[in-house]
């Protein structure tokens, strides 16, 4: 398996570009949970300017996927280093169905580190850098 991470994954000298193959939007779909039939869709997207958002939805077994609905998402910047990706999660809050996103005034900005590895239009995402939930999962380049 070809991976492309710590060769072609870097931050560049300029602060506000990232020249790096995991600049895209990522998605992936859990598969249905066995007792009711949700599942969840998490979609990454890594901008250019060393920015991110995670949006986060879940939907029952009837959803239809053509049609928007509300979800979570976190928003700041990123960095990469190697096969290292520290999420800046800065903002928090709700992505409305309708397009627009309401963020929390409270939330304390917190920090993630996640491993990945790029093979073509996949990229593998592992958690389990001190977390209390772990996980694993291979995102498709939209």
Not at 19 to 25: A, E, H, I, L, Q
Not at 28 to 48: E, H
Not at 77 to 104: F, R, S
Request: proline share 6%; net charge negative.
């Amino acid at each position: 398996m070809a991976l492309v991470a710590g060769a072609l994954a870097f931050t560049s000298c300029n602060p506000n570009k990232v020249d790096s193959p995991v600049v895209g939007t990522w998605r992936y779909q859990t598969p249905p949970a066995p007792d009711s039939g949700w599942f969840g869709v998490y979609i990454f997207t890594f901008n250019g300017d060393g920015t991110f958002a995670l949006y986060d939805y879940a939907y029952g077994p009837e959803a239809d996927l053509s049609k928007p609905y509300d979800g979570f998402v976190w928003r700041g910047p990123y960095e990469i280093n190697g096969d290292i990706i520290t999420i800046h999660k800065e903002k928090y809050g709700m992505a409305k169905a309708d397009g627009t996103e309401e963020y929390d005034d409270e939330w304390q900005s917190e920090d993630e580190k996640l491993k990945f590895s790029i093979n073509g239009n996949i990229m593998h995402i592992t958690r389990d850098y001190g977390t209390d939930y772990p996980w694993e999962a291979d995102y498709t380049k939209q």
